[in-house]
């Protein structure tokens, strides 16, 4: 526990549910709006994993993801992102990107929790 | 001012405040894609992307807080917008038209989520045209797996991790504890694939593992744990094949701090703090007063001060409205559904445009808007425009067009309403109003006075009634709504050529330009916004009936006197002085008054002060207000104060 996590959504709401989720779940969270200000946010955070939402403006989630492992220190760094359908050609090009696993909204707090759990300990 | 402290509701009006940001963007998407579809021109894909996103956003967030019918809705109308980004299908402008028909009917859904009332139907051919647009809609969520009920036979489970799982930054060790936490026993390491260490790549795969799982553990349990890492590693469960995993619904109530660029503040906040701005001005006023009584010198430091004050007093009460003040984007888009809605029921096409929907105002000034703006557009397709075999003849374009824009202008906001229809037949006005007894045969009117006629009640043209905009309910309904908003409404119409209404509203409405008058040692306040002129008493043309009633003929017409202090009982009728002035105001229904005082002393703006408490409601006052010296006014509603009772006939009013 204790682990820092980044969680990246283009929606407010989704931001407040993770934010609250995780936070309640022990987690240090830091929030990003869009696949860009996750990256910046990398700069200065150095996340034990990181959640992503797919579709966002300016940078999207698989293009995000691809560009996190190509970050030396990220390389292994799990990354779980979140989408409304787990539709295997999704999973594929998740996975393609770099992805280590993907939520399904709608999710809740347990859920979020064991898929954590699952990547990072 | 209390909050409860349940973070999940406040998580849901979170939410349903972002849908509302989310709905105008895709709103505006769809309206470019509108513009292109009807240009041939092809469509731009961040465009759909932005109605893309926005849809998908709405159904995330639905989905969380269990709204499934709007999920579902969303579903669909996500499908049709991913078939239109890939370029499965190139949207003609009945698609995009279907779309926007869908965007109504997903407000409507989040309507009724936020109501908690129940999903209502979608129109019809909304659902079905979407099916058509994308053959065979894709499958969402798999369904969850089922296990035999009572199998007694413990699960072997073998796992080989190849290279890619470590790769994308799976961990085996996390699995291998989640495992253990179901209850693996009899867990083995297979090493036997492991080279000799000059040999070893590290980052190659050589490991496996082999364990036993409790009978009573679902399939569905175990295959969870190896969702994410299926592809990339050798993975048998014997007894049933991995099944997808199932949801559990759940709560989460916790609490963390959102960084986010901007807040959300209780509208109950502001206004407390506007409330705390008025009281702030008022005793800055008074002690501005009440120095410069007391001899202070005009230029002195003391002086210089207090001007500074001032001025940041009035700076705070501008930034305080400010935040109050929301653009009227969301109104102006209702407004479109609304025209497409009565469009179709009338069977006249036409077509919405906007201008200027970033001006801002007040949001009760916004909210109390809607209602006559909707019945505005309602009048100007049912009246102003010609069924599209006229308006061919007439060489317009068959498409009707309607301009919603806004503005502001001197302090306060204009929003006009314009038509290119067929312009008001005034013969016809004057012709229905004569019928209708509203005015003498031979009343001599200009162009603007025939028009205002508009705005009488009773007032109609229509032969036959509409479902659209007749029963009854008129123009004159949207009058009194603009009036009782401080605001005021005009008309320009050219025959052929179309109308525009004209609306100028105060930007608040905590705030008014008031006139302060004196009756009966008294100080009251009348709205400068219901005055149409004011002169000396003695001057005027006046007819007495009897020893209570008097009309006196102001702008040409005669309106009934009503002396305020005699009206609110605090002196009996005809004591009015030779100085008196009478203040013709308008009320709300179009009634005229002339307000009988003994004074005019001040105009200036003043902060409205509702009152309540033990007050009750005041016959003839519509709130208070406290002057510079201290003492308190009561602002006076003109057209109440007519409708009172004299002092005569019935019980006397007390006033404090």
């Known amino acids: ?121 | 001012m209390t909050h409860a402290p349940d973070p999940l509701a406040d998580l849901r009006s979170g939410f349903f405040v972002e849908c509302a940001e989310l709905l105008e963007r895709l709103q505006d998407a769809l309206t470019e894609l509108e513009a292109a579809a009807e240009d041939a021109a092809a469509t731009d894909p961040e465009v759909v992307n932005t109605a893309f996103r926005a849809v998908h956003s709405i159904k995330g967030g639905a989905g969380a807080f269990g709204l499934t019918a709007l999920v579902g809705f969303a579903h669909r109308v996500e499908t049709v917008l991913d078939a239109l980004r890939d370029g499965a299908i190139r949207p003609r402008a009945e698609d995009v038209a279907l779309l926007i028909r869908s965007a109504d009917h997903l407000a409507d859904l989040v309507s009724a989520g936020a109501a908690g009332t129940g999903a209502p139907d979608p129109a019809a051919g909304i659902e079905a045209g979407l099916a058509a647009l994308v053959p065979g809609p894709r499958p969402e969520a798999a369904p969850a797996g089922t296990d035999a009920a009572h199998d007694n036979r413990p699960w072997q489970v073998a796992f080989r991790p190849q290279a890619a799982l470590f790769a994308s930054g799976n961990e085996p060790l996390f699995l291998l504890q989640a495992l253990a936490d179901l209850g693996a026993t009899d867990i083995r390491c297979d090493f036997a694939a492991l080279p000799r260490l000059a040999a070893l790549d590290p980052e190659d795969s050589y490991l496996g593992w082999r364990l036993t799982l409790p009978a009573t553990r679902r399939g569905a349990e175990i295959g969870e744990i190896f969702d994410f890492v299926e592809d990339v590693c050798d993975l048998t469960m014997e007894r049933l094949a991995p099944a997808r995993p199932t949801t559990t619904p759940g709560t989460e109530r916790p609490a963390a701090v959102a960084e986010t660029p901007s807040i959300r503040v209780d509208l109950d906040r502001v206004d407390r703090l506007m409330n705390l701005v008025g009281e702030l001005a008022i005793n800055q006023s008074i002690l501005t007063q009440s120095l410069s009584e007391g001899g202070l010198d005009a230029h002195s430091a003391l002086a210089a001060r207090l001007e500074t004050l001032t001025g940041l007093t009035r700076d705070i009460q501008d930034s305080v409205m400010t935040m109050r003040a929301q653009p009227v984007k969301p109104l102006f888009q209702r407004m479109g559904r609304v025209l497409r809605e009565t469009a179709a029921a009338l069977g006249k096409p036409a077509r919405l445009k906007l201008e200027g929907e970033a001006t801002e105002v007040d949001r009760t000034v916004i909210e109390r808007l809607a209602d006559p703006l909707m019945h505005m557009i309602r009048n100007a397709l049912d009246h102003g425009l010609e069924p599209a075999e006229e308006r061919r003849r007439a060489g317009k374009p068959a498409e009707g067009t309607i301009t919603l824009t806004a503005a502001h202008r001197a302090g306060r906001l204009v929003v006009e309403l314009g038509d290119d229809g067929r312009g008001l037949d005034r013969a016809r006005i004057r012709a229905a109003a004569e019928q209708r007894g509203l005015i003498a045969r031979d009343a001599p009117l200009g162009e603007a006075e025939t028009d205002l006629l508009l705005f009488r009640p009773g007032f109609s043209t229509a032969g036959g009634v509409t479902d659209i905009s007749g029963r009854g309910v008129g123009m004159d309904v949207v009058k009194t709504a603009i009036t009782r908003l401080g605001g005021r409404i005009a008309i320009r119409s050219e025959p052929g050529r179309g109308t525009t209404f004209s609306l100028s509203l105060p930007l608040t409405l905590a705030v008014m330009d008031g006139m302060v008058v004196r009756a009966a040692g008294q100080m009251f306040v009348v709205p400068v916004a219901a005055i149409l002129e004011t002169a000396k008493l003695a001057a005027l043309d006046r007819r007495s009936f009897g020893a209570e009633a008097a009309l006196v003929r102001l702008r040409g017409a005669f309106a009934p006197l009503c002396d305020v202090a005699a009206a609110l009982g605090m002196r009996t009728a005809g004591q009015t002085g030779a100085e008196a002035i009478a203040i013709l105001t308008v009320a709300e229904d179009g009634s005229r008054t002339a307000l009988v005082v003994d004074a005019i002393l001040d105009q200036r703006q003043i902060v409205v002060k509702p009152l309540r408490g033990g007050f009750g409601r005041l016959p003839g006052i519509s709130a208070a207000t406290i002057l510079g010296d201290g003492r308190i006014a009561l602002i006076l509603d003109p057209g109440e104060l007519a409708r009172l009772p004299g002092p005569g006939t019935g019980p006397k009013q007390e006033v404090a």
Do not use: C, H
Request: aromatic share 6%; hydrophobic share 50%.
């Open chain 1, 1 to 121: 526990m204790g682990l820092n996590i980044l969680a990246v959504d283009d929606s407010r709401t989704m931001r407040d549910m993770l934010a609250l989720a995780l936070g309640e779940a022990g987690y240090t969270v830091r929030l990003a709006e869009d696949g860009q200000d996750a990256l910046d946010v990398l700069g200065d955070f150095t996340p034990d994993a990181i959640i992503s939402d797919i579709n966002m403006p300016r940078l999207d989630g698989f293009g995000f993801v691809e560009a996190v492992r190509r970050i030396e220190r990220y390389r292994a760094t799990p990354i779980l992102v979140l989408t409304t359908e787990s539709a295997p050609e999704l999973k594929a090009r998740a996975r393609a990107a770099g992805a280590t696993g993907w939520i399904v909204k709608p999710f809740d707090a347990p859920k979020l929790v064991r898929a954590l759990q699952m990547v990072a300990g």
